[in-house]
């Protein structure tokens, strides 16, 4: 039986960034919430995912880049 390390690490990587944005999301915005309100937490909400929006982008075009370079080096 073979381990694939770069599939786990991948898999771990993956894991750890969604854990990290919903600790942001959740705690960050119902702390906001639960100190300032609703208006403030309905903002707060636009503001992180105004601020996630370039971030995505990123991955995106990352991932794009990826799958095209695989595709030219089929050889």
């Known amino acids: ?3 694939d390390l770069r599939k786990y690490a991948k898999q771990t ?3 750890l ?3 990290a944005l919903l600790v942001l999301f ?3 915005d119902g702390l906001i919430y639960f100190i300032y309100g609703k208006g403030a937490a ?3 909400l636009s503001c ?3 601020g996630l929006a370039p971030i995505l982008i990123i ?3 990352m991932l794009l880049l990826n ?3 695989k595709l030219a080096n089929r050889d």
């Open 59 to 61: 991955i995106l075009l």
């Open 1 to 3: 039986m073979s381990r």
């Open 26 to 28: 959740i705690v960050g």
């Open 13 to 15: 990587n993956v894991q």
């Open 42 to 44: 309905i903002m707060g």
């Open 67 to 69: 799958w095209v370079v």
């Open 17 to 19: 960034g969604v854990g």
């Open 48 to 50: 992180l995912l105004i």
